[in-house]
T-cell receptor, first 116, second 112 residues
Framework: DTAVSQTPKYLVTQMGNDKSIKCEQNLGHDTMYWYKQDSKKFLKIMFSYNNKELIINETVPNRFSPKSPDKAHLNLHINSLELGDSAVYFC???????????????FGPGTRLLVL | GENVEQHPSTLSVQEGDSAVIKCTYSDSASNYFPWYKQELGKRPQLIIDIRSNVGEKKDQRIAVTLNKTAKHFSLHITETQPEDSAVYFCAATLGTLGRLYFGRGTQLTVWP
């Protein structure tokens, strides 16, 4: 009954490599998000897609490129990985129904990225 | 944008005592305030939320209060148990894009 799933769960790689993280939700939501959680546990939004359209693009290095092939999937590709990219990356999804109806965001299990 | 401040950063209580975590926000247009619990190595999970047209909401041992005038909201946990130990995040949503602005988290430890 996994609602939001991510792969891989762990990712250990060398500096300079390119890697991708995948996210899928089966909740029928129209909006998906990528968050980065640093070593101090701070959760910060990176990107958001609504119906496959990019709607939130925070100040993130352009080495990070999200892609949403359909409403149920949101992937994150990272080029030229750096030590500072080491963090836990969470995918989340929700349904947006206008100003009056903010819906709960459900998080995936996270991808623990370690760049050596 | 929105700025969410959360206090305290750590909180230790004895089992059975109450715990209170407080958050303030900066933008009076914020309209949705969820609280998430994150256990070690796990994902953040919603435990309770409140919308701007409500002043208080309760769910068993957990309650949230919202003071729109003062722009602050609080999480109250009564009769704490060791399994309540986790990091708790408050958040505020501004606008229609679902953007959540998180506080920096409170590490709650409940001692048996």
């Amino acid at each position: 009954d996994t609602a939001v799933s991510q792969t891989p769960k762990y990712l250990v790689t060398q500096m300079g490599n390119d890697k991708s993280i995948k996210c899928e939700q089966n909740l029928g939501h129209d909006t998906m998000y990528w968050y980065k959680q640093d070593s101090k546990k701070f959760l910060k939004i990176m990107f958001s897609y609504n119906n496959k359209e990019l709607i939130i693009n925070e100040t993130v290095p352009n080495r990070f490129s999200p892609k949403s092939p359909d409403k149920a999937h949101l992937n994150l590709h990272i080029n030229s990985l750096e030590l500072g990219d080491s963090a836990v990356y969470f995918c989340a999804s929700s349904r947006i129904e206008g100003v009056a109806s903010q819906e709960t965001q459900y998080f995936g299990p996270g991808t623990r990225l370690l760049v050596l | 944008g929105e700025n969410v401040e959360q206090h305290p950063s750590t909180l230790s209580v004895q089992e059975g005592d109450s715990a209170v975590i407080k958050c303030t926000y900066s933008d009076s247009a914020s309209n949705y305030f969820p609280w998430y619990k994150q256990e070690l190595g796990k994902r953040p999970q919603l435990i309770i939320d409140i919308r701007s047209n409500v002043g208080e909401k309760k769910d068993q041992r957990i309650a949230v209060t919202l003071n729109k005038t003062a722009k602050h909201f609080s999480l109250h946990i009564t009769e704490t148990q060791p399994e309540d130990s986790a990091v708790y995040f408050c958040a505020a949503t501004l606008g229609t894009l679902g953007r959540l602005y998180f506080g920096r988290g409170t590490q709650l430890t409940v001692w048996p």
